[in-house]
C-alpha cells in the first residue's frame, strides 16, 4: 500500500452507469469493514444482499435527484458518497435540504483526508443544487465518524431509526446549515 507521506493521486469524480459493480463492491467492502464488529454476522449479511445488491444500486443511480461520487488514490477506489434530494427532512427552516446519505472510505485509506475531500465535494453539491442544509444519520456508537462530522460542523438536529436485518438502531440526524 502507498502511504499519505509518499504524495500519491488522489482524485474525486462522479460515478456513472458504468461504476454500478465498482460501487456495490466498494459499498459491500467499507460497510463491513465500518460495522461488522459491532453486528450480527447474520444482520450484517441481510442488509449488505439487500442495500448493496446490483439491482439496488443500479436503481439508486438512476434516480435524477441522486449523486454518488468516488475517492481514487492513484486510480483505485478507494472511498465514496451519496447524496439526494430526499423529503424525509421536515424540520422547520430547512425544507431544502440534501441528504448526505453514504460517505465511507476504505480503511486502510483512512489518513488520506479522503473522507474530507468527499465531503468538500458533497457540501459544493448540495450549494449547487441550491440545497440550504446538508443532513445526514449516524449511528450513536460511531464515535469516529460523528467526531469527524462535528468538526465539519454538523450539529445533533434529532434522530431516527435504522434497521439492519433484525436490529433497530438509532440513528442521529445530523445538519450542516449551508
Known amino acids: 500500500m502507498i502511504s499519505p507521506d509518499s504524495h500519491p493521486h488522489v482524485s474525486i469524480r462522479a460515478a456513472s452507469s458504468a461504476d454500478v459493480d465498482l460501487l456495490r463492491k466498494l459499498s459491500k467492502e467499507t460497510f463491513y469493514e465500518t460495522f461488522a464488529a459491532d453486528n450480527s454476522e447474520e444482520d450484517m449479511q441481510q442488509y449488505l444482499s439487500q442495500s448493496f445488491s446490483k439491482e439496488a444500486i443500479a436503481s439508486e443511480m438512476q434516480r435524477p435527484e441522486s449523486q454518488f461520487i468516488i475517492a481514487e488514490v492513484d486510480r483505485k477506489a478507494t472511498g465514496y458518497a451519496r447524496v439526494i434530494k430526499n423529503e424525509y427532512h421536515q424540520q422547520p427552516g430547512n425544507r431544502n435540504a440534501i441528504e448526505l446519505q453514504r460517505l465511507y472510505v476504505r480503511q486502510e485509506y483512512h489518513g488520506y ?22 443532513w445526514l444519520g449516524v449511528w450513536e456508537h460511531n464515535h469516529k465518524a460523528i467526531n469527524f462530522y462535528r468538526k465539519v460542523g454538523f450539529v445533533r438536529t434529532g434522530a431516527h431509526p435504522f434497521v439492519l436485518g433484525s436490529d433497530i438502531q438509532t440513528d442521529w440526524i445530523m445538519e450542516l446549515t449551508l
Open 113 to 134: 483526508k479522503l473522507g474530507y475531500a468527499l465531503m468538500q465535494h458533497c457540501i459544493a453539491h448540495a450549494k449547487m443544487k441550491g440545497a440550504d442544509a446538508l
